[in-house]
């Protein structure tokens, strides 16, 4: 709880562009949830440097991520959207937090085991503390609900031991947050290999429908989405690329497998594709007239991230503040 109100965080890396996944498993359920909560979004540019980057192309693409977040629904003036960079407590709290953390627990997270395969010729000590970064970001502002997609469940876990295991030593110091999952779009798969997420960093470009494709673009990835030879509309896990476009169906048009399996009875795959083109160009096609609205309006973004990083480093040192008195930092000269 902040100020009396529940409080939510959430936050996506600035690398590579946002996909529908990113979109239906956390995004829109951002949006959704922005009334109920005093909100909070983190461009986290931090986590981004793990896997190493180009500098002029994660500032670009970390503006961006930022300005999506605004295209896609949330009020940037109600909800506080900021750089991870801009607010140093989070650094801070993560570094006191390794102390609370062991090795053996990083040591499991499937995240760190696959991209640590994916990038063998950097695993960096970061991409190991990675979680830990993470648990800092939801725990500094009293996190009571993190809405994201199925893959970060594990991340969600570690925070909450970390939390608890830290309350037991020193008192009610963090609310210990509960993970969000959407009804339906919590793991879209990859439109090539059904068997596998859609990834961000996914070479293949068809394997993902990017949220700023144009609508040709949409429609032809979903025509040639991998399907399979049974030619009968199901929904079941024996034929996954299928189960995966109507659950991005149901994730756009806020229907259910059952009731998608009735409408497109008797059909082919043509006409499912088509369809799911269409609910996702619905979909995008506000976000995409805001984002330019946005790209016009430099003055008015920078505004917001100055103000944005103010208020969210208040809410941080609040809980930092606590935390380096109860490990027994010496206090501070006022
Ligand atoms: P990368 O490929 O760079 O690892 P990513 O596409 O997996 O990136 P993240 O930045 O790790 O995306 O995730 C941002 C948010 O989007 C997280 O809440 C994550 O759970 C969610 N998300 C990512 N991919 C999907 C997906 N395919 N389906 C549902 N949710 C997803
Ligand atoms: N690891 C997350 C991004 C992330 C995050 C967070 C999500 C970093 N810090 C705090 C929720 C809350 C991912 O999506 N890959």
């Not at 037991?168 to 997420?197: C, E, H, R, W």
């Amino acid at each position: 709880m902040l100020d009396g109100k529940k409080v939510l965080f959430s936050g996506m890396q600035a690398t590579g562009n946002l996909t529908i996944g990113n979109y239906l498993g956390a995004l829109k359920n951002w949006v959704k949830l922005s009334d109920e909560y005093m909100c909070f979004y983190g461009v986290v540019d931090m986590h981004s440097i793990t896997v190493r980057q180009d500098p002029a192309e994660l500032r670009k693409r970390a503006r961006s991520l930022m300005m999506l977040y605004i295209a896609a629904g949330l009020n940037p003036e109600e909800a506080c959207i900021y750089y991870q960079s801009h607010v140093s407590a989070h650094a801070e709290l993560a570094w006191i937090l390794n102390c609370f953390t062991y090795m053996g627990e990083l040591n499991r997270m499937t995240q760190f085991k696959d991209k640590s395969a994916k990038h063998a010729d950097n695993i960096n000590a970061g991409l190991f503390t990675y979680p830990v970064l993470m648990a800092a970001d939801i725990l500094l502002y009293q996190a009571d609900v993190v809405p994201v997609g199925i893959d970060q469940s594990q991340h969600l876990e570690l925070t909450r031991d970390i939390a608890i295991r830290f309350n037991n030593i020193y008192g009610d110091v963090f609310t210990i947050p509960d993970i969000y999952l959407g009804k339906a779009g919590a793991k879209i798969m990859s439109l090539q290999d059904p068997t596998k997420k859609m990834s961000k960093s996914d070479e293949n470009p068809n394997a993902s429908i990017y949220l700023m494709d144009d609508e040709d673009t949409v429609m032809r990835k979903c025509k040639r989405a991998v399907t399979d030879s049974e030619g009968i509309i199901m929904y079941r896990d024996e034929q996954p690329g299928l189960k995966n476009l109507i659950d991005i169906y149901c994730a756009c048009k806020d229907v259910t497998p059952d009731e998608v399996v009735k409408e497109f009875d008797g059909q082919g795959y043509g006409v499912l594709k088509e369809a799911v083109g269409n609910a996702v160009n619905d979909l995008l096609r506000p976000l995409h007239d805001n984002y330019k609205k946005l790209e016009q309006d430099k003055a008015y973004v920078d505004q917001l991230i100055k103000n944005n990083a103010e208020k969210a480093s208040y809410y941080a040192n609040k809980t930092l503040r606590k935390v380096q008195k109860k490990v027994g930092f010496p206090e501070r000269p006022r």
